[in-house]
T-cell receptor, first 112, second 109 residues
């Protein structure tokens, strides 16, 4: 089992650019979560999907953030336009049944 | 009051010591509780679930006190490899799990 796969692992971009983060959940898992981690705010849930359907996006900071899950094996988190305050580590996690979660290695995003 | 609160530490203990962390939560209706560990610049990894009757996994013991709304993690005979940040996780509703800010543990030789 390859675990949750995220790409890219590191992203450095300039303010105003579009950023797309990708996630492949563990095969067979029916829940997918996007988290953001910063020193100031810790780990925050942004959005989660159940069977590819967004269930709760109340953690998405603003309209610049969007997430999709076109099929059971792929999800994206997009930031457009990016701002320096979006700099953080973005984690994708998946689970079966919505309980404990398996995290991917994260994408370290730096917006200059 | 924060939904999940932990003492950030750091806890610095010698090898072989016993160390305990507490975590308080605000939502009395919470049903699921977990401890995760996170190594520096790595992803969080599930350490153990916390059950109502308390549970043990080797050197680790987790307990839940619903009346006082806290969970605890006890590490016995601590090892250098136990050095990490320990995150308390509580569900506040449905599958919305809230993470504490974490407690940093350093085990020294």
């Amino acid at each position: 089992d390859a675990g949750v796969i995220q790409s890219p692992r590191h992203e450095v971009t300039e303010m105003g650019q579009e950023v797309t983060l990708r996630c492949k959940p563990i095969s067979g898992h029916d829940y997918l979560f996007w988290y953001r981690q910063t020193m100031m705010r810790g780990l925050e849930l942004l959005i989660y999907f159940n069977n590819n359907v967004p269930i709760d996006d109340s953690g998405m900071p603003e309209d610049r953030f969007s997430a999709k899950m076109p099929n059971a094996s792929f999800s994206t988190l997009k930031i457009q336009p990016s701002e320096p305050r979006d700099s953080a580590v973005y984690f994708c996690a998946s689970s079966w049944g919505g309980a404990a979660k398996h995290f991917g290695p994260g994408t370290r995003l730096t917006v200059l | 009051r924060k939904e999940v609160e932990q003492d950030p530490g750091p806890f610095n203990v010698p090898e072989g010591a016993t160390v305990a962390f507490n975590c308080t939560y605000s939502n009395s209706a919470s049903q699921s509780f977990f401890w995760y560990r996170q190594d520096c610049r790595k992803e969080p990894k599930l350490l153990m679930s916390v059950y109502s009757s308390g549970n043990e996994d080797g050197r680790f013991t987790a307990q839940l006190n619903r009346a006082s709304q806290y969970i605890s993690l006890l590490i016995r005979d601590s090892k250098l490899s136990d050095s990490a940040t320990y995150l308390c996780v509580v569900n506040i509703r449905g599958n919305d799990m809230r993470f504490g800010a974490g407690t940093r543990l350093t085990v020294k030789p």
